[in-house]
């Protein structure tokens, strides 16, 4: 020990023990002042430290090694994708056909990865006696795998009745069995151990909201195939949890064509995407995108723990600048008196010092689809949407929020009618209502100034602490300037057609797929952008100061997608990253990491090599 460091010891010691000699006795006299000691010699110096390490650590590079040919353009051919470590089989869903894709991955080259068989879900549940007929078997969702075990999110047709989760073995592609859960099963996921799948039954309304299924997970047990499925009704209004709603971090909307009042109950609004688990699998937590909110389901009691909202992004806070509009000559990234709605669609989890936190795709999404069918205009009011021209709508450009929402701007927005920047933006016309103080409840009051906008999506990933639910981090603006400095006028693109800057107005880059992967001692998360292609990666290793590593879009700009509505260009590049899956280093073919891709639009999946280089390798 070096002498100060010596002295400063013996201070403290000097001072904890005079306080400790206090008494009520009576002072004594001064004693006479010693002679002071001499000062000893100086101790030597310990022994040297390691070096430290440099801060960065390791350079992450991506290269594409394999890909599939499209299995058709633009009709979400492979969105969800899974690998068979044990047979080294590439699994995707194919939602098109309502079959699921198998790839033969033992070697990977740039050529088309041979495929090896389409599974005929509807079949399988035919031949099983699960249902009198195919035309009762809608889409397949998505797929996970475990050991040699397949399970495959596939929802009805019509998608509101109940779905099914059907397994099968990935050896010999042999079916197991297939249960009932929820409408619409969206995603499905076993448990880290393996003795569980949950599927999320987004449970999505049929157009014109004429029958509107309640969300809901279903809990499955792999050991007999028995199912729990957990609801919301409890939080509905009137229920003995609606008290513990978030309402002002999180949207609750939906029409009802029976309900009074026509509006959705909060069980039917409610509709869960997507599911992650902490380490231990105790916890899972479901996406509810288009509630803006996070559901937190303990799997020791199968009971909903919580649902947390996550509020709203500050587009007026420098650093999180976005470019509102598509006809403003191009790059046009600044500061607005908006608010996105995060409404993430995939999530992630990770663990830092024992905590998990959850990570998010904050993509956006809307109910439009599902209001255009009601032509009552005053049912249409009255569930908080606006009615034009013999259609019930929520998307709206904000210089529309007047002339056809009857809304009236405050002084900040004021002129916004024939702006052609944040006047282009595409907001949701509900949100906005609401949160500016205006009644839902009464179709015509619309008397409150709107002051904010609220506009669909984040534009960014988020990092939340999954015990609180706060948000400690958030890309900002990150996706759109790199996007942007790569790209020039070509940003914000969309992912079926070449034309720069036509999502400005809308979700721009719209972050969509997301996972997250401990490579070489560092953890990063991988995001994928579906409107602008490619994929973002972050060093998220402390997940409160992340920073970007890598962007990589093997999209050429210079070729356009598709000459019909059906053939694809394979030079245009893989279209609209829908779904991720992470393989290690010990599972890889190819002995490094894989980041293999589903691309909606494009039909294709692409593997990426994952190559770290350490920095300053002694």
């Not at 513990?244 to 909307?253: H, N, R, S, T």
């Not at 916004?416 to 282009?424: P, Q």
Request: hydrophobic letters at 35%; a negative charge; one cysteine or more.
């Amino acid at each position: 020990m070096k002498r100060y460091a010596a002295v400063a010891m013996a201070g403290l010691m000097m001072l904890a023990g005079a306080a400790g000699c206090v008494s009520d006795g009576k002072d004594g006299k001064n004693g006479q002042n010693g002679t002071p000691g001499t000062e000893g010699p100086q101790g030597s110096d310990g022994a040297k430290g390691q070096d430290g390490r440099d801060g960065a650590g390791q350079v992450l590079a991506m290269e594409r090694i394999g890909r599939t040919q499209s299995q058709g353009f633009n009709v979400s051919a492979a969105e969800i994708v899974a690998f068979d470590t044990v047979h080294k089989r590439i699994f995707s869903v194919n939602a098109r056909t309502g079959r699921v894709d198998v790839f033969n991955a033992e070697t990977l080259t740039d050529t088309a990865i041979p495929l090896l068989v389409s599974l005929d879900l509807g079949e399988m549940l035919v031949n099983a006696g699960k249902v009198a007929g195919k035309n009762l078997v809608g889409a397949a969702n998505s797929i996970a795998i475990h050991g040699d075990l397949a399970a495959v999110a596939v929802e009805a047709s019509p998608k509101t009745n109940p779905g099914w989760v059907v397994f099968f073995h990935t050896g010999n592609m042999g079916y197991l069995e297939a249960v009932s859960v929820g409408a619409q099963p969206d995603m499905v996921a076993f448990t880290p151990d393996g003795s569980q799948v949950l599927s999320a039954n987004e449970g999505e309304p049929d157009a014109g909201y004429q029958v509107d299924p309640e969300g809901s997970v279903s809990i499955i047990r792999v050991a007999d195939y028995s199912v729990t499925t957990i609801g919301f009704e409890d939080f509905n209004e009137g229920g003995p949890r609606h008290g513990e709603l978030p309402l002002k971090k999180m949207v609750l909307d939906g029409y009802s064509a029976t309900n009074p009042g026509n509006r959705a109950s909060v069980a039917q609004s409610l509709e869960p995407e997507y599911i992650a688990f902490n380490e231990d699998g105790s916890r899972a937590y479901v996406a509810l995108q288009e509630n803006n909110a996070i559901a937190v389901l303990n799997l020791t009691n199968n009971r909903v723990e919580k649902i947390w909202g996550l509020g709203f992004k500050d587009h007026s806070i420098p650093g999180n600048e976005l470019d509102a509009g598509d006809e403003d000559g191009g790059v046009r990234i600044k500061n607005w008196p908006v608010k996105g709605i995060y409404m993430p669609d995939s999530i992630a989890t990770m663990t830092f010092n024992g905590k998990t936190y959850l990570l998010t795709a904050n993509e956006g999404d809307s109910r439009e689809d599902f209001l255009t069918g009601i032509s009552d205009q005053t049912s249409c009011e009255a569930s908080g949407y606006y009615f034009r021209s013999g259609e019930c709508l929520d998307e709206v450009r904000v210089k529309h929020l007047v002339s056809r929402g009857g809304l009236t701007l405050g002084a900040g927005l004021a002129g916004l009618d024939t702006d052609a920047n944040l006047g282009r933006l595409k907001a949701s016309y509900h949100t906005t209502r609401i949160l500016n103080g205006n009644s839902r409840t009464n179709g015509t009051d619309k008397t409150k100034p709107i002051e904010t906008v609220y506009a669909y999506g984040g534009r960014s990933f988020s990092i939340w602490d999954a015990e609180t639910g706060e948000q400690i981090f958030d890309s900002g603006n990150q996706f759109e300037v790199l996007t942007a400095l790569r790209y020039g006028e070509k940003f914000n693109n969309n992912h079926s057609e070449n034309k720069g800057d036509s999502r400005s107005d809308d979700k721009g880059p719209e972050p969509e797929a997301i996972t997250v992967a401990t490579i070489k001692g560092h953890t990063y998360a991988f995001i994928g952008l579906e409107r602008m292609g490619g994929i973002m990666v972050y060093d998220v290793s402390n997940p409160y100061a992340p920073s970007f590593v890598h962007y990589i879009n093997n999209r050429d700009l210079d070729v356009e997608p598709a000459g019909d509505a059906t053939s694809y260009t394979s030079d245009a590049g893989d279209l609209g990253p829908e779904g991720f899956h992470f393989v290690d280093e010990a599972s890889s073919p190819s002995g490094s990491p894989l980041l293999i891709v589903g691309n909606e639009v494009s039909g294709t999946v692409g593997i990426y090599e994952i190559r770290t280089t350490p920095l300053n390798a002694r």
